[in-house]
């Protein structure tokens, strides 16, 4: 409701003029002060309605009441959702994050679109897999509870956007972002713009981007250590890609079942811990 409550204000203030109305066309060309005072006073004196969300309304609640009031018009898709519903630190973050120095771009092989979020949407899956795995005891200090993965992504990124606008400090964002920057840097100077996919058999096309090998890659070069050796990591992580490729834990209609998940940081753990011993 912002971007309307935002026009009606607007109107008011002429900041516009009416145009593209049918039924009441001689006002077209008009703005607020412009219009007889009969209209300007049934302008004013309408009534709106609105619908109260009251805490503790669980986020979950929240997203399938803000989906199905938008069904009028064209639909969003679940990240166009977030954005809407959770504007703040985490879409100024977001935002920063898909921009700077073109790092996310040059890492990705420019193979992310923007259209639709699906940028951001990657990104925030891959710094709320970062928080759950590498900061989850400063998650639990400053928000007063884990924000933990329960396979319900969409409640999963939720949480996340509504710790980082409410709750996280700025020292841990700044923290996230450098990590996340760093680790685009590391990925893209080790592996190449085709290092978050998947090998393809000779004469294929270019496979996609995997959007759980990104989240895993993310996490595993955000540690310093994979810039020790970058030959050898090169080598170590391409071998393990061919092996996550067959394991099954990077793919399938349950891709993002607890199960899987806990699998992909299993194999995070054995690739941080050989690149530490290269």
């Known amino acids: 409701g912002k971007q309307r409550i935002t026009t009606i204000i607007d109107f008011q203030n002429d900041a516009f003029k009416l145009k593209g109305l049918h039924i009441m066309g001689k006002c077209n060309g008009k703005d607020f002060s412009s219009l007889s005072p009969k209209l300007q006073g049934a302008f004013e004196d309408y009534q709106l309605s609105f ?10 609640v929240k ?6 009031v938008n069904r009028g018009g064209t639909q969003l898709n679940h990240q166009e959702m977030r954005e809407a519903l959770y504007m703040g630190k985490a879409t100024d973050l977001l935002k920063l994050l898909k921009t700077k120095d073109e790092v996310f771009v040059n890492a990705t ?4 679109t923007s259209m639709r979020k699906k940028d951001t949407y990657i990104i925030l899956r891959s710094i709320a897999f970062m928080l759950m795995w590498g900061f989850a005891d400063v998650v639990k200090q400053e928000n007063g509870k884990e924000i ?6 969409d409640d999963f990124l939720a949480n996340t956007m509504v710790f980082l606008n409410e709750k996280a400090s700025d020292n ?4 996230i972002s450098s990590r996340f920057l760093l680790s685009m ?13 998947f090998d393809h058999a000779v004469g294929d096309n270019r496979r996609p981007i995997s959007m759980p090998l990104f989240e895993t890659l993310t996490y595993i070069f955000s540690h310093p250590v994979v810039n020790k050796n970058p030959q050898k990591t090169r080598n170590i992580i391409n071998k393990m890609k061919k092996d996550w490729d067959i394991s099954g834990s990077f793919k399938g209609s349950n891709v993002d079942s607890i199960t899987k998940v806990v699998e992909r940081k299993e194999l995070i753990d054995v690739a941080l811990k050989e690149l530490d011993n290269v």
Do not use: N
């Open 172 to 175: 841990l964002i700044d923290t």
């Open 63 to 68: 997203y399938d009441i803000f989906d199905r």
């Open 51 to 60: 619908y109260i969300i009251q805490p503790p309304t669980p986020e979950r």
């Open 185 to 197: 840097g590391y990925v893209f100077h080790i592996l190449g713009p085709d290092g978050f996919r």
């Open 109 to 112: 092989g420019h193979g992310v």
């Open 148 to 153: 933990s993965y329960k396979s319900d992504i």
